[in-house]
């Protein structure tokens, strides 16, 4: 099953950069790298090399022992059984966690032969990259790899659909056929999520107990991760604090609460472990500000977030949300965070700041959006049903350019509340 996912054309403009450096994909494990790296090289180069750090425990040596770039290359080569050539070769590094020598190799390569096209990954990469000591910092092109975003989604399981979804532009009337199927679209992508696994296994079988089944297994690679790359970190904390994410996110203002963890838990008892997880790609942490000024990070209260999943599908999963829930429009417990985890999923990577959240005593704001210098209040509603007074009050006081409401109502422009339809999502920064 061939997934088309939106990287590939970020690999294809790297290639094409005049500033190239080695290139370094972060991603939670299972949400596509090593595919990727592979498709990218077989389809857009002469030819590609491949080697597996984790597989391959010889390959260390010749890192450990070499900073030459030329003879790495020239070894490499013999292993390969090829001749590597400059530009036409890619040269694929995975699960690079395993020998930090060979991450660090990345700079002599970015100095002495950057003509060389050099892309590596790994799944616990994020937590060597959190530790700017640890690999060459400038040296190299970063690119995140997340699960399936929900275009990508849709048009792996509808490509009529997902043609008409490409097609829709700025304060398009939404045909109301179109409109209910792609809510339906929605509903899939909450069940199934963007695991590359799920995916292609939904368009294979349409099954959800195979879904279902995929997803548990996913999370139980996950939580056996935590325990074999804990290094400095207290594995049991880490586990505890993923665990707790769903109760942390049914309280009634979802902000991440120590003590929920354990009782009496503290701060300096699970930072280290909160860090871990999100370094390495599986949560996602939303800072509260202050102020919804520009520019935003300035007023990000710290001690002060959320933590969401970084794949929606599994976070359904873990909450043990029944389908037919999703699918019969009731109101359950945990439908406003499950939407507002699929909003920020969508959200990410489309605007240079990443989103953050505002709230005081007296108001709420589920997500604060930079883009340029304005600032853009978004609401995301589970149902059809209207704005929240403090989103409302924000709006008469400030009255801002762009005011957004993601929901399951049509797409239609109520004063200065743009309403989008959650399908959208991933189309915000074009419709603006």
Request: proline fraction near 4%; hydrophobic fraction near 40%; charged fraction near 25%.
């Amino acid at each position: 099953m061939l997934l088309k996912r939106n990287a590939m054309q970020d690999l294809l403009n790297w290639k094409a950069s005049e500033d190239r450096k080695p290139l370094v994909l972060r991603g939670a494990r299972q949400v596509g790298k090593t595919w990727l790296m592979k498709e990218f090289g077989q389809n857009h180069y002469e030819s590609s090399v491949y080697f597996n750090f984790d597989e391959e425990d010889e390959l260390k040596s010749i890192f450990e022992t070499n900073k030459n770039p030329q003879r790495i290359i020239e070894l490499l080569s013999m292993i390969a059984g090829e001749k590597i050539l400059p530009g036409e070769t890619l040269i694929i590094f995975d699960e690079i966690q395993e020998c930090p020598e060979a991450l660090n190799t990345l700079k002599y390569f970015k100095e002495k032969a950057n003509d060389y096209h050099v892309i590596a990954a790994g799944s616990l990469l994020g937590t060597l990259l959190a530790k700017p000591k640890s690999y060459p910092v400038g040296m190299v092109n970063l690119l995140d790899i997340y699960p399936l975003a929900f275009d990508e989604f849709l048009e792996a399981v509808d490509p009529t659909l997902y043609a008409y979804y490409q097609s829709i532009q700025k304060e398009q009337q939404i045909e109301e056929i179109f409109h209910n199927r792609l809510l339906e679209a929605y509903n899939s992508y909450l069940i199934i999520g963007g695991m590359p696994e799920c995916v292609s296994s939904w368009v294979k079988y349409k099954d959800p107990t195979k879904i279902n089944q995929i997803q548990r297994e996913l999370i139980e690679v996950y939580e056996n991760d935590f325990s074999k790359h804990n290094g400095k970190v207290n594995s049991g904390r880490i586990l505890m604090v993923f665990r707790s994410i769903v109760a942390q996110l049914a309280k009634p203002n979802e902000k991440f609460m120590y003590g929920a963890v354990r009782e009496g838990g503290r701060a300096r008892d699970f930072e280290e472990a909160i860090e871990w997880l999100v370094s390495v790609g599986m949560l996602c942490r939303v800072y509260n500000v202050s102020k919804m000024e520009h520019p935003l990070s300035a007023f990000d209260k710290l001690d002060q977030f959320k933590l969401f999943v970084f794949d929606t599908g599994l976070l359904k999963h873990m909450a043990g949300i029944d389908n037919s829930a999703i699918i019969l429009k009731t109101d359950f417990q945990f439908k406003g965070p499950l939407t507002e985890n699929y909003v920020l999923q969508q959200l990410r990577g489309q605007f240079e700041v990443e989103p953050r959240y505002y709230s005081d005593k007296n108001s709420e704001i589920d997500f604060v959006i930079q883009y340029g210098t304005e600032i853009i209040p978004v609401e995301a509603k589970g149902g059809e049903d209207k704005s929240a007074p403090s989103f409302k009050k924000y709006i008469a006081d400030h009255q801002p350019e762009h005011a957004l409401r993601f929901s399951k109502r049509g797409y239609r422009k109520d004063g200065y509340i743009t309403n989008l339809p959650l399908y959208l999502a991933r189309k915000t920064k074009e419709l603006l």
